[in-house]
Every structure is written in C-alpha cells, then in structure tokens.
C-alpha cells in the first residue's frame, strides 16, 4: 500500500495478508516500511505513478493539473 503525503513524500506497507488472531476477513496485517520518495516539493495531489519504460516498475510522476506538464523520476528499483 503507497500512500502519499500532502508534501509529496510517499510512504509504503507491505500486506501481510488476513491476521489470525481476527476473524476471517475482519483484520488484515499490515508492514510499514521506510519513506520510499522523500516528495518534491509539490502538493501531493500531483503525484501520481506510471510504468514509463516498460521495465515493470511504477516511475514517480508530478503532473501539473494546470496543463498536464509532468515531471518524472525513474525508478532504478
């Protein structure tokens, strides 16, 4: 799971699938990890994520709502 902050930066969990100490569907285990995009300075209602170069991984994007400019950062993995 991503979520992005109102400054940008993106922070992630990891699913651990159903908890077992819950009922069945009731409660879901979740991971956090580190920041995973420190943001850039930029309403986070920009960001979105793209595979840009078909290599499988989500590139980070700023699109600019005003006229759809966009910038993006490749992710190297």
């Known amino acids: 799971y991503l979520k992005v902050n109102a400054?940008?930066?993106?922070?992630a969990w990891i699913n651990g699938g159903p908890?077992?100490?819950e009922p069945v569907g009731s409660d879901w285990l979740w991971y956090p990890q580190e920041t995973v995009a420190s943001g850039v300075l930029v309403d986070?209602?920009?960001?979105?994520?793209a595979d840009l170069?078909?290599?499988?991984?989500?590139?980070?994007?700023?699109?600019?709502?005003?006229?759809?400019?966009?910038?993006?950062?490749?992710?190297y993995g």
């Open 19 to 21: 908890n077992p100490k």
């Open 7 to 11: 400054d940008s930066s993106v922070q």
């Open 44 to 49: 986070g209602a920009r960001i979105q994520f």
């Open 53 to 75: 170069n078909d290599d499988g991984r989500a590139e980070y994007l700023d699109v600019n709502p005003e006229n759809g400019a966009t910038r993006a950062w490749i992710n």
